[in-house]
């Protein structure tokens, strides 16, 4: 469904990801762990045409997307939810759902689209009216991916989605996370938490410094004594 080959990107003189290769297939959680600025998030932004990439490619249901203008990408099917969830804070949740949509004009579907958005996330259909800036940071998180579902997506890319939650939200947020990986979207997902990470997902790349150190199954990755001692916290001592 989305492959990257040989993808780098540099910010000016700085490297943020060299020679790439990642591979997503349809209906899969895939998650990127890693240490701050590995290049997870350049990863997403690279995918979500975000940040250009110097050398490589990317394709997106065997077409290439890179060079492609973000607008287009969420188009052809792929959305965004950012880290620190970027919601519109003067604006109503109403809004800002329908902001997810503002490429679409199949008014019907859309409707549906936000009853299921509203069935994923019971508070915000209770808050509809309210200014955004004005929830706790949980519930802007559950804006920020009920806005990437009302484009309707194949792909969704989560950039920490778990960051500076309580662990009661975080779990609740996974649960969604699966309940929209069940209705049959493919998600990429980056978080600093590891083991939230491999516990949702089917396979799993490891970053270092802009480089993917290791790659495979999600159970054995949890399994591999480096990603147990550095990121899982786990050591056999």
Known sequence: MLILEGVSVHYGKVVAIRDIDLEVHEGEIVALIGANGAGKSTTLRAISGLAPIRTGRIS????????????????????????????????????????GAYLRRDKAE????????????????????????????????????????????????????????????????????????AEGRTVVLVEQNARLALSLADRGYVLETGNVALHGPASELRGNDLVKKTYLGISDD
């Open 60 to 99: 997106f249901e065997g077409q290439r997307i890179d060079g492609v203008q973000p607008e287009e990408i969420t188009r052809r099917g792929i959305a965004h939810i950012p880290e620190g969830r970027r919601i519109f804070p003067q604006m109503t949740v109403l809004e800002n759902l329908e902001m």
């Open 110 to 181: 859309m409707e549906k689209n936000l009853e299921d958005v509203f069935r994923h996330f019971k508070r915000l259909k209770e808050r509809v009216t309210q200014l955004a800036g004005t929830m706790s940071g949980g519930e802007q998180q559950m804006l920020a991916m009920g806005r990437a579902l009302m484009a309707n997506p194949k792909l969704i890319v989560m950039d920490e989605p778990s960051l500076g939650l309580s662990p009661i939200m975080c779990q609740e947020i996974a649960r969604i996370i699966r309940d929209v990986h």
